[in-house]
């Protein structure tokens, strides 16, 4: 059985791809009243769950096929599910935004399909088709639209995910995969809000090397950044950046998110991806609406000593980090073992905050979307 659709919103080929998906709901979502409490209290990022996920099963033999939406819950998996063994898995990040007139939208979604298909394909997953990706979204939100947030800094973050779920140990790629995407509603990605972070500059750990996964967003890079995580914070850091693996001089990204520099003379640089690098989708917004502003921003290496230098004689004024999740956030401070620089005076930067400014206004219907970026979900 499926619920009625929306109006027509998305394209129609789109819309019927929705169709597709059969909703089966929940007989335990959470009251209405409570759910309400819950989505207002702007909840810690990716602790709180809608009430369902959007699923949809792959076998080599059959292809994609059993469309659903059905109740959030656990997943039952044998002890030999290949994702358990070898990390054949892959995500997503994104979000749904509640707009002022009650609307509710999402940010290029074509732009993570088309990186989850390059992630598939490095991590030897199937292929997900642009249009299943977003219907999908667009099924899960629709049915649970109500967990959408109005209030100022939130919104629904929507992970979708793919893994090998093959029960079997042999190292080969699975002949079975879940596709699955979960909702959930967050406030600001850093307690505290939007304030400048300060950042470990690791130089005895390796986020990626050439050849490898770098470029792909896969847990397997998450996990490997967990332990200089933990170093970063043992150092009063909230966040670890890790430099390139081949000469471990060049600034590459930091734990989950892109990086860039704002120069003294209004220019702004960030690292050129050289395969290693996750090809942020909030990474090529900001280069589209600085480059609108009139900025010049340069894609290329940049040498971690003379970033320091130039952050010590001031010819650096503001770094920022941003993703999908942190969306953008000013960084005030850069430390490692044989530095500890405040950047400029160490509070937010002006060009860092109107960038964020611009690009949470076109998110959430404040600005025009002259990109035409968003896409209308329910
Ligand atoms: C995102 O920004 O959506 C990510 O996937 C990064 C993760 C650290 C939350």
């Not at 994609?64 to 290949?82: H, I």
């Not at 200089?228 to 966040?239: I, L, S, T, Y």
């Amino acid at each position: 059985m499926s619920t009625p659709l929306a109006p027509q919103i998305l394209s129609s080929s789109l819309e019927d791809l929705v169709t597709l998906f059969d909703v089966r709901p929940s007989d335990s979502a959470l009251p209405a009243a409570e759910r309400d409490a819950l989505v207002a209290s702007s909840p810690k990022f990716g602790t709180v769950f809608t009430d369902h996920m959007a699923r949809v099963s792959w076998t080599a033999a059959d292809g994609w096929r059993d469309r659903r939406v059905e109740p959030y819950g656990p997943l039952q998996l044998d002890p030999a599910t290949a994702v358990l063994h070898y990390a054949q898995e892959i995500f997503e990040g994104l979000k749904a935004y509640r707009h002022a007139d009650g609307s509710v939208w999402t940010f290029r979604p074509e732009a993570n399909a088309d990186r989850f298909a390059r992630s598939a394909h490095r991590l030897a997953l199937p292929a997900l088709s642009v249009d299943d990706f977003v219907a999908s979204i667009a099924a899960l939100v629709r049915t649970d639209e109500a967990w959408v947030p109005t209030a100022e800094e939130s919104s629904l973050y929507l992970r979708p995910f793919m893994y090998a779920s093959e029960a079997f140990l042999g190292v080969r790629p699975s002949l079975e995969a879940e596709f699955l995407v979960i909702a959930s509603p967050v406030g600001a990605y850093f307690s505290g809000g939007v304030k400048p972070v300060s950042i470990w500059v690791d130089t005895q750990y390796s986020r990626a090397g050439a050849g490898g996964t770098g470029a792909a967003k896969c847990g397997g890079n998450y996990a490997s950044s967990l332990l200089p995580q933990v170093e970063a914070q043992k150092h009063g850091c909230e966040q670890v950046c890790f430099l390139d693996a081949g000469t471990g001089t060049f600034l590459e990204e930091l734990g989950g998110m892109n990086v860039f520099v704002v120069r003294a003379d209004g220019s702004v640089e960030t690292p050129e991806l050289t395969g290693s690098i996750l090809e942020g989708v909030t990474r090529s917004s900001i280069i589209a609406l600085l480059g609108d502003a009139g900025r010049t921003v340069t894609e290329r290496r940049i040498p971690l000593a003379d970033l320091l230098a130039d952050i010590e004689s001031g010819a650096v004024t503001e770094v920022f980090a941003c993703g999908t999740a942190a969306v953008v956030t000013p960084i005030g401070r850069l430390a490692g073992t044989a530095f500890d620089h405040t950047i400029a005076d160490g509070g937010p930067g002006a060009v860092t905050m109107a960038v964020r400014e611009e690009l949470t206004g076109i998110q959430t219907g404040r600005v025009a979307d002259r990109h035409g970026w968003l896409r209308r979900l329910a």
